[in-house]
Nanobody, 121 residues
Framework: QVQLVESGGGLVQAGGSLSLSCAAS????????MGWYRQAPGKQRELVAV???????NSADSVKGRFTISRDNAKNTVALQMNSLKPEDTAVYYC???????????????WGQGTQVTVSS
């Protein structure tokens, strides 16, 4: 099995900063995309930012210039530095990783348990 363990998050005032971290463990041959999604109350889960194993980043327009994603392939970790936070960034943030567990296994997506980020105005 594969586990994604998140840390970070919490409560911050608008304009502040928070960081999130996620570590993948278990039977892992290769991780393709790894990154973050979020889900606000009453809304669908949406992409925040993901980074490929080669370092290519895909991020939401709403976070560009404010959030920075980074990844350590050797440690199977991904981090999200969130600056200039806004109340509309309030959501549960989920780590996600597309993991191939063996050389012949097709990648599938695994999710972390989620961590709450609350930005007060």
């Amino acid at each position: 099995q594969v586990q994604l363990v998140e840390s970070g998050g919490g409560l911050v005032q608008a304009g502040g900063s928070l960081s999130l971290s996620c570590a993948a463990s278990g039977t892992i041959f290769r991780i393709n995309d790894m990154g973050w999604y979020r889900q606000a109350p009453g809304k669908q889960r949406e992409l925040v930012a993901v980074v490929s194993s080669g370092g290519r980043i895909n991020s939401a327009d709403s976070v560009k210039g404010r959030f920075t994603i980074s990844r350590d392939n050797a440690k199977n970790t991904v981090a999200l530095q969130m600056n200039s936070l806004k109340p509309e960034d309030t959501a549960v943030y989920y780590c996600a990783a597309d993991v191939a567990r063996t050389v012949i296994t097709a990648p599938r997506r695994f999710w972390g348990q989620g961590t709450q980020v609350t930005v007060s105005s």
